[in-house]
């Protein structure tokens, strides 16, 4: 089956510093990337879509100059959190499409980020 | 997507069988049942999906009813590794777009 990782798998951080999480697809290209959170206790919530080469398409309620969303190559993207602060600590998670199915999503194993 | 609907929980002695339902009562023509699960501070892992037939690979079985409003997952043999949120995604395969999760079911596998 297709791969996706993600670095760091943990990162603790002081508020106002940023952080970047990255999302890579090993052995498929990736055409689209998807960017998941999700807080304690609760399901996976959208952030963002993005194309290998194009703006990302951010969720409603996501700001795009906080999480800056890169997809530079078709097996790399990666999510900045700028200007951090406590309550974005949260799991990230990013999936890849683009591998064996074609449009068919593999996870990747999320980032833990806390912010102090 | 069609809405899913799933208990919140769930237990299962180790070793038995462990049927997890789903409704999804407006589901259309041409969407098709998925089923992940995520295990505690991990991604997703896909699990399975079918259109109308019941489905069965090395993880699980799908039973999918004739009218397609419900479904369910087996896991024939649960172990403790099966502990986990189980999410019934109901979509348009291939669509290009995002996972809508719901809520899922906890699935708790006891010795």
């Known amino acids: 089956g297709a791969v996706v990782s993600q670095h760091p798998s943990r990162v603790i951080c002081k508020s106002g510093t940023s952080v970047k999480i990255e999302c890579r697809s090993l052995d498929f290209q990736a055409t689209t990337m998807f960017w998941y959170r999700q807080f304690p206790k609760q399901s996976l919530m959208l952030m963002a879509t993005?194309?290998?080469?194009?703006?990302?398409?951010?969720e409603q309620g996501v700001e795009k100059d906080k999480f800056l969303i890169n997809h530079a190559s078709l097996t790399l993207s990666t999510l900045t959190v700028t200007s951090a602060h406590p309550e974005d600590s949260s799991f990230y998670i990013c999936s890849a499409s683009g591998g064996p199915g074609r449009n068919e999503q593999f996870f990747g194993p999320g980032t833990r980020l806390t912010v102090l | 997507d069609a809405k899913t609907t799933q208990p919140t929980s769930m237990d299962c002695a180790e070793g038995r069988a462990a049927n997890l339902p789903c409704n999804h009562s407006?589901?259309?023509?041409?969407?098709?049942v998925y089923w992940y699960r995520q295990i505690h501070s991990q991604g997703p892992q896909y699990i399975i999906h079918?259109?109308?037939n019941n489905e069965t690979n090395e993880m699980a079985s799908l039973i999918i009813t004739e009218d397609r409003k419900s479904s369910t997952l087996i896991l024939p043999h649960a172990t403790l590794r099966d502990t986990a949120v189980y999410y019934c995604?109901?979509?348009?395969?291939?669509?290009?777009?995002?996972?809508?999760f719901g809520k899922g079911t906890s699935l708790l596998v006891t010795p």
């Open positions: 079918g259109l109308k």
């Open positions: 995604i109901v979509r348009v395969a291939d669509s290009g777009y995002a996972l809508n």
């Open positions: 993005s194309n290998e080469g194009s703006k990302a398409t951010y």
């Open positions: 407006t589901i259309s023509g041409n969407e098709y």
